[in-house]
């Protein structure tokens, strides 16, 4: 701690050249600014300036320890600034973006957000597409998918998992299938994305193996992730929807799932924000109950 004490009062007298000056940046008096530099040197075994009734000089090895203290003190103003944002109670405006499949996994968490922060705004919007971030001003977008290359600051949320849904009656009427091939003799729901293609369905054709598209027989197509789920439930398909979507009617047994061995990884879960604003106080806050409540890497 001796040591440390003495740092600043050195680095102030060494950028000022000067005891006076370094004493009136710390609001200390002269003496106090000269007796911690003597304690500095002799606990460091060196003599770091030069004193002359006129003026300070940096000796060599005043020159090479200010360099390290500098550093030093950026570190530690860096480390307390640190802290004190997260001391800092979150408020004011907060915009995310999802998209709509991600709706009933993450406004329940958005809802206990604004509970635990009731100084928080917050903005919601629903929306497939890509958002600009700076320019529609959002703070942290939550998108299913892989990353592209991105300047964007990325937080893994979620892995998911492929699943393949039937109501019992449906199954009753056409049999289970054992196998994805199997989907050609089925009736098969499909979703379409916004560029208007229909989403081939993934699979493992083998337990453990890699996963592969499986070409299905689409017996309607839908635009909207959740209808498919409507639409299964209703017998008029099968259809394959990611883990998180599941609700009480698969719970329930209303919906049941098919080829589960055949399952597979489906596509991550990210919140992105812009660079440096995961450390806002409100960002930080979404971040870290997503987190804690996603578990990263896993399953909600």
């Known amino acids: 701690m001796d040591l440390f004490a003495g740092v600043l009062p050195f680095l102030h007298v060494a950028e000022e050249r000067s005891f006076r000056k370094a004493a009136a940046r710390l609001g200390v008096t002269t003496a106090a600014v000269s007796k911690a530099v003597r304690r500095l040197e002799e606990d460091v075994g060196a003599r770091l300036l030069e004193r002359t009734s006129r003026q300070v000089a940096l000796?060599?090895?005043?020159a090479e320890f200010l360099e390290r203290a500098r550093e030093a003190v950026a570190q530690v103003r860096a480390a307390r600034e640190t802290v004190a944002r997260t001391q800092q109670a979150p408020r004011g405006p907060l915009t995310v973006t999802l998209t709509h499949i991600l709706a009933p996994v993450v406004l329940p968490r958005l809802a206990r957000l604004q509970a635990r922060y009731p100084q928080l705004t917050l903005h919601v919007r629903l929306d497939d597409r890509f958002s600009r971030m700076v320019d529609e001003h959002i703070d942290v977008a939550i998108r299913v998918g892989e990353l592209e290359d991105s300047s964007l600051v990325a937080r893994r949320l979620l892995s998911t998992?492929?699943?393949t849904l039937a109501a019992p009656a449906h199954l009753a009427r056409h049999g289970?299938?054992?196998?994805?091939?199997d989907l050609a003799h089925h009736p098969c729901l499909k979703f379409v994305d916004p560029r208007g293609l229909a989403r081939e369905w993934v699979f493992r054709r083998a337990p453990g193996g890699p996963s592969?598209?499986?070409r299905t027989r689409p017996a309607m197509d839908v635009n909207h992730g959740p209808a498919l789920l409507d639409l299964a439930a209703a017998g008029a398909g099968l259809c394959q929807v990611l883990d998180f979507m599941l609700d009480e009617r698969a719970r329930d047994g209303r919906l049941v799932e098919v080829l589960a061995e055949h399952s597979a990884e489906g596509p991550p879960v990210h919140a992105l924000c812009l660079p440096g604003r995961q450390s806002v106080p409100r960002v930080q806050a979404l971040l870290q109950l997503l987190s804690e409540e996603l578990r990263p890497g896993g399953r909600a």
């Not at 000796?59 to 005043?62: D, H, K, L, M, R």
């Not at 289970?176 to 091939?181: D, Q, V, Y």
């Open 59 to 62: 000796t060599p090895e005043g």
């Open 161 to 163: 998992r492929w699943v």
């Open 176 to 181: 289970t299938p054992a196998h994805p091939e």
């Open 212 to 214: 592969e598209a499986v």
